[in-house]
């Protein structure tokens, strides 16, 4: 059964809804303002993360960096041992260096060729007469 509107409850609706509107907008702004506080959290946190993408990217280039080094220097090393073989062959090397030299031997191609040819050298030299 409808009932109609009483003109005295006009007032009292109008206010309920004049309050709701205010409520509304209210949450609205509160929300608002959580949106921009979560905008300025979001920015920040962002700049962090580039700034640590940065340094993680500066940090590997200085690693790689001392690798060329290290690897030139290994590759130095490797060609100073490849000095060794001749007095490796002759044994005159003392024994921690012609160790050292074994160890490089058998990584080095060019020490290995040179070895094999001073060894067949060595074997035709010693077959030729001895000049009188
Ligand atoms: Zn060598």
């Not at 993360?49 to 790689?64: D, G, H, M, N, S």
């Not at 260096?97 to 067949?120: N, P, S």
Request: aromatic share 4%; glycine share 2%.
């Amino acid at each position: 059964m409808n009932r109609l509107l009483d003109e005295r409850d006009i007032p009292t609706i109008a206010r309920a809804v004049v309050d709701e509107i205010k409520e509304r907008g209210a949450a609205m702004q509160a929300l608002d303002q959580r949106a921009k506080e979560r905008d300025v959290e979001f920015v920040a946190l962002r700049r962090t993360l580039w700034e640590r993408l940065e340094q993680t990217q500066q940090q590997a280039e200085v690693i790689r960096q001392r690798d060329v080094r290290i690897a030139a220097l290994e590759r130095l090393v490797n060609e100073l041992r490849c000095g060794d073989l001749v007095p490796f062959q002759d044994d005159d090397l003392p024994p921690e260096r012609a160790d050292a030299f074994r160890a490089h031997l058998a990584t080095c191609t060019t020490c290995q060729a040179g070895l094999q040819d001073l060894v067949q050298l060595d074997a035709r030299l010693s077959t030729l007469a001895r000049p009188r």
